[in-house]
């Protein structure tokens, strides 16, 4: 995985937060154009990691409070605010500053959140077993399976012996949204720029980001081969109704 594929990332992500950053991050059709109330988009986020936190009692068999954790794809820290009520430290990650820097604005005062900017193809900025809990959430979704697996990869580094990894991901697609592609097969085509222009007036923004489906045994094979044991996986609607998606329960031996 080339540096060059995660600053293509990150740019569309800056793009995306500098527009629009609560929809970019729970894309909502009628929160779009910064409709988002914030109490209400980060109440979404207890929901979450309220799950996640049963998730690892249940499979796992460990009860918080947890030491440190994890956030990679934190966004503007919907999900890295909520932790903060099950962890001593959490550490928010994301590959674009614009939507670190709205996370370090909603979360002002916040003192055991820290939020970083990390635009590398791996998680170097993080010692080997500095995590008790790492946790990724419609994140890995938005990048191909290259940069994903070795982020996964990273996920088991970072994460402390006996510890906990958990990450959400899209197994296949269970029907197919032609309207939506054609439409966007057809604002691709528009010629002089036309469908940048289209996408500024409908949407408030030109970039648009990727989504991918990676099959389930190709997953779990990868957790195998990063030393890994799948604890659980959980079936997951976050990624809309044309998708089967999991949550992926881990822990390191």
Same mark, same amino acid.
């Given at each position: 995985?080339? @540096?060059?594929?995660? !600053? %293509?990332?990150?740019?569309?992500?800056?793009? =995306?937060?500098?527009?629009?950053?609560?929809?970019?991050?729970?894309?909502?059709?009628?929160? *779009?154009? *910064?409709?988002?109330?914030?109490?209400? #988009? #980060? !109440? @979404? &986020?207890?929901?979450?990691?309220?799950?996640?936190? *049963?998730?690892?009692?249940?499979?796992?068999?460990?009860?918080?409070?947890?030491?440190?954790?994890?956030?990679?794809?934190?966004?503007?820290?919907?999900?890295?605010?909520?932790?903060?009520?099950?962890?001593?430290?959490?550490? &928010?990650?994301?590959?674009?500053?614009?939507?670190? %820097?709205?996370?370090?604005?909603?979360?002002?005062?916040?003192?055991?959140?820290?939020?970083?900017?990390?635009?590398?193809?791996?998680?170097?900025? /993080?010692?080997?077993?500095?995590?008790?809990?790492?946790?990724?959430?419609?994140?890995?979704?938005?990048?191909?399976?290259?940069?994903? %697996?070795?982020?996964?990869?990273?996920?088991?580094?970072?994460? !402390?012996?006996?510890?906990?990894?958990? /990450?959400?991901?899209?197994?296949?697609?269970?029907?197919?949204?032609?309207?939506?592609?054609?439409?966007?097969?057809?604002?691709?085509?528009?010629? #002089?720029?036309? &469908?940048?222009?289209?996408?500024?007036? *409908?949407?408030?923004?030109? @970039? @648009?980001?990727?989504?991918?489906?990676?099959?389930? %045994?190709?997953?779990?094979?990868?957790?195998?081969?990063?030393?890994?044991?799948?604890?659980?996986?959980?079936?997951?609607?976050?990624?809309?109704? =044309?998708?089967?998606?999991?949550? /992926?329960?881990?822990?390191?031996?």
């Amino acid at each position: 995985m080339s @540096t060059k594929e995660v !600053k %293509e990332i990150s740019s569309a992500w800056n793009d =995306l937060g500098k527009s629009d950053p609560l929809w970019a991050v729970l894309s909502d059709r009628e929160k *779009r154009n *910064r409709r988002w109330n914030a109490d209400e #988009f #980060f !109440k @979404t &986020g207890e929901e979450v990691v309220g799950r996640y936190v *049963r998730l690892i009692r249940d499979h796992a068999g460990i009860n918080p409070p947890f030491g440190r954790v994890l956030d990679f794809g934190c966004g503007v820290g919907r999900l890295a605010r909520a932790w903060a009520g099950y962890a001593e430290k959490v550490c &928010g990650v994301d590959v674009a500053q614009s939507m670190i %820097e709205g996370a370090r604005k909603y979360n002002e005062g916040l003192v055991q959140i820290d939020f970083f900017v990390n635009e590398q193809s791996d998680l170097s900025l /993080f010692e080997d077993h500095a995590f008790d809990v790492v946790a990724s959430h419609i994140c890995l979704q938005h990048m191909s399976w290259s940069v994903a %697996e070795k982020y996964i990869r990273e996920f088991a580094r970072v994460c !402390k012996p006996g510890g906990v990894v958990l /990450f959400q991901l899209p197994t296949r697609w269970l029907k197919c949204d032609w309207k939506s592609k054609i439409r966007q097969g057809l604002v691709d085509a528009l010629p #002089f720029g036309l &469908g940048r222009r289209y996408r500024l007036w *409908r949407h408030g923004t030109a @970039t @648009t980001y990727e989504f991918h489906c990676t099959p389930l %045994e190709v997953v779990e094979q990868a957790i195998r081969s990063c030393g890994m044991q799948l604890l659980h996986k959980d079936p997951d609607t976050s990624a809309g109704p =044309l998708v089967e998606s999991f949550v /992926f329960v881990l822990k390191k031996p």
